[in-house]
């Protein structure tokens, strides 16, 4: 089976600009999380959706959304970006609430 | 709220030299508990998973153990190949998919 595919793999914006990260899930997992991970914070969740539904959402404020799409891939948005939302952003799946695979995340750099 | 304290935060090893990291956590009610492995620029890769206290999972030179209040990941005999940052994580009851993690062990074993 394929892995958890994350695109793009590097990113470069300024701040203020806005951006959109992708996420293909392993076939038949339907349960997709977000995380961002930075050197001071470690790894924190922001956001997880089920059969195309949020169901729960971290700490982060309104500039970053996410959603998911019939055939389980899901997309994140992060706008008005700063540059503390310089980061490594992963997401990870799993086919019921239970382990979660992760992809190879894409590195955001705000300039 | 939940926590997840892992120590040490880096540690240097001799190849050979067999050693344990720690996960300490508090969580309000335990679904499971989740060892990782992240090498650099890449995301966090699947080890084991711990349900109940007592338990134990062992995968070729590594052995996660698990009780009410601590999770040990032993390395036996390390190998150079086995330098990465080792991550914890709780999967809380009632909490869909979130996992909270520590801070990671950051190991380096020396030829």
């Known amino acids: 089976k394929a892995g958890v595919t994350q695109t793009p793999r590097y990113l470069i914006k300024t701040r203020g600009q806005q951006v959109t990260l992708s996420c293909s899930p392993i076939?038949?997992?339907?349960?997709v999380s977000w995380y961002q991970q930075t050197p001071g914070q470690g790894l924190q969740f922001l956001f997880e959706y089920f059969s195309e539904t949020q169901r729960n959402k971290g700490n982060f404020p309104g500039r970053f959304s996410g959603r998911q799409f019939s055939n389980s891939r899901s997309e994140m948005n992060v706008s008005t970006l700063e540059l503390g939302d310089s980061a490594l952003y992963l997401c990870?799946?799993?086919?019921?609430?239970?382990?979660?695979?992760f992809g190879p995340g894409t590195r955001l750099t705000v300039l | 709220e939940d926590q997840v304290t892992q120590s040490p935060e880096a540690l240097r090893l001799q190849e050979g030299e067999s050693s344990s990291l720690n996960c300490s956590y508090t969580?309000?009610?335990?679904?499971?508990l989740f060892w990782y492995r992240q090498d650099p620029g890449k995301g966090p890769e699947f080890l084991f998973t711990l349900y109940s206290a007592g338990e134990e999972k062992e995968k070729e030179r590594l052995k996660a153990t698990l009780t009410k209040k601590e999770s040990f990941l032993h390395i036996t005999a390390p190998k150079p190949e086995d330098s990465a940052t080792y991550l914890c994580?709780?999967?809380?009851?009632?909490?869909?998919?979130?996992?909270?993690f520590g801070g990671g062990t950051r190991l380096m074993v020396k030829p």
């Open positions: 076939s038949g997992h339907r349960s």
């Open positions: 969580v309000s009610g335990l679904r499971g």
């Open positions: 994580a709780v999967h809380p009851n009632n909490a869909g998919n979130m996992l909270t």
């Open positions: 990870a799946s799993s086919s019921k609430a239970d382990t979660q695979y």
